[in-house]
């Protein structure tokens, strides 16, 4: 073993300059369809922290918190799909977008918007038929389960109306995200 100077201690590392930029919220694009989301989102935070205080805290679960909680999930999962169809913010590949001529951007929106209205309006009308159908009652309260369906069904429409608006604008407009993509790329981040 070789022997070290214990006067040669360490040094300490240098301090990084580190500066974090906190992103300005933007609320503008909200409007006041957005809201169902908004108390939907609290009324399920708060049934399912009611429910994790009834288990765990007091050590006596209600009965109706977790099937309440689990419809509340589905009512939030679609409005905020409608919410979504309207900014016009659901998943898509842009990848290929790059390389096809403007003409062939605008057939392919085309074509997008067309496919987008019928997915919807026939997942309308097959919800529709499903609530119709549906006769059970929830069971931890006495509320037919339709009413779920009914709800999802109202969605639905909501996302083929919003679908048919955008779909209304493309075409007006002549433009969009994917047929100009640099047009629209404002507060979009580049990773390359």
């Given at each position: ?93 842009e990848f290929l977008y790059r390389w096809i001529p403007r003409t062939g951007r605008r057939i392919a929106q085309a074509f997008i918007d067309v496919v987008t ?76």
């Amino acid at each position: 073993m070789q022997d070290r100077p214990h006067d040669l201690e360490p040094e300490p590392p240098e301090e990084l300059d580190v500066h974090f930029k906190e992103e300005e919220i933007d609320l503008s694009d909200l409007q006041w369809d957005d809201a169902p989301v908004f108390v939907i989102f609290w009324i399920l935070a708060f049934v399912v922290f009611l429910q994790f205080f009834t288990r765990y805290v007091l050590n006596d679960s209600l009965g109706w918190t977790e099937e309440i909680a689990r419809f509340l999930l589905i009512a939030v999962t679609f409005t905020g799909a409608i919410m979504a169809v309207r900014k016009q913010s659901h998943i898509s590949v842009e990848f290929l977008y790059r390389w096809i001529p403007r003409t062939g951007r605008r057939i392919a929106q085309a074509f997008i918007d067309v496919v987008t209205i019928g997915f919807f309006g026939l997942l309308t009308m097959l919800t529709v038929r499903l609530a119709g159908r549906t006769q059970q009652m929830m069971v931890s309260i006495d509320v037919p389960k339709s009413y779920v369906y009914w709800f999802v069904a109202v969605c639905f429409a909501g996302m083929t109306l919003y679908a048919v608006i955008n779909a209304w604008r493309h075409l007006r407009s002549g433009t969009s995200k994917l047929i100009d993509p640099h047009l629209h790329a404002e507060g979009v981040l580049r990773i390359d």
